[in-house]
């Protein structure tokens, strides 16, 4: 049975850093197009970064800021995050679709863990 479970969220104030991980049980990792996407209070989930063997895009508000990065070996995904702003807050999951439909599209992502929180206080 497929599973995804993140951790390393957190509370920070604004100008912190977190780094989020994503493990993954009962498939191979480096056979499908791997992400983090995010969900406000009110707000549609959306991408916040894809990454697909070392192919890597990520929207717009995150750029020069969050940095996706996973290890194979070890079934693991991470999202690397400085200067965090209030408006980063949500809960933020990882998720996993066929390398052909890899983007920023939600309903592309078959496989979704149970989030975990982030917060950036001002």
């Known amino acids: 049975q497929v599973q995804l479970v993140e951790s390393g969220g957190g509370s920070v104030q604004a100008g912190g850093s977190l780094r989020p991980s994503c493990a993954a049980f009962?498939?191979?990792?480096?056979?499908?197009?791997v992400g983090w996407f995010r969900q406000a209070p009110g707000k549609e989930r959306e991408g916040v970064a894809v990454?697909?063997?070392?192919?890597?895009r990520y929207a717009d508000s995150v750029k020069g800021r969050f940095a996706i990065s996973k290890d194979n070996a070890n079934n693991a995904l991470y999202l690397q995050m400085i200067n965090l702003k209030p408006e980063d807050t949500a809960m933020y999951y990882c998720?996993?679709?066929?390398?052909?439909?890899?983007?920023?599209?939600?309903?592309?992502?078959?496989?979704w863990g149970q989030g975990t929180q982030v917060t950036v206080s001002s």
């Open positions: 998720a996993a679709s066929p390398r052909a439909l890899c983007g920023m599209v939600v309903a592309h992502f078959v496989h």
């Open positions: 990454i697909d063997n070392y192919d890597t």
């Open positions: 009962g498939y191979t990792w480096n056979t499908y197009c």
